[in-house]
């Protein structure tokens, strides 16, 4: 495949993303702060993809000069990588929380099964 024919193939892809991520958005089946990740990773490969003298400069600086458009395989792994990285850190702060709801729930099931007043008979009211 000619690098014409990839970068192409990138600016299609790249269009792609974009689009599904604000229908996503639009439909409220991805909230705006995870869609900012996907965007920006969108944008930026489309910009690579449609850039042909600035992806060949990227390249010649990171020594790559024989294919460019390794440029934006990279570039989509390097953002691939970094939304894993965030969604883990929400998966673990998801899964700290959980642990804190259980824990709560499960002193609250033994003061109801004893009988002690929860806090709103302990308020008064």
Partial sequence: MTPLRVSVAASIASVLLILVVLELIR???????????WL?????????????DGL????????????????????ATLFIIV???HYSTVLSKLTDENVLLAQRLALLEERVR????????????
Avoid: M, Q
């Fill in 56 to 75: 060949n400069t990227i390249a010649g600086w990171l020594g790559v000069g024989t294919y460019p458009p390794a440029i934006l395989f990279a570039a």
């Fill in 27 to 37: 439909g409220r089946r991805l909230k705006e702060r995870y869609a900012l990740l």
């Fill in 114 to 125: 004893r009988g002690e007043p929860g806090e709103e008979g302990a308020e008064g009211g």
């Fill in 40 to 52: 920006v990773t969108g944008v930026v490969l489309l910009v690579l993809s449609a850039w042909r």
């Fill in 83 to 85: 939304v894993l990285l």
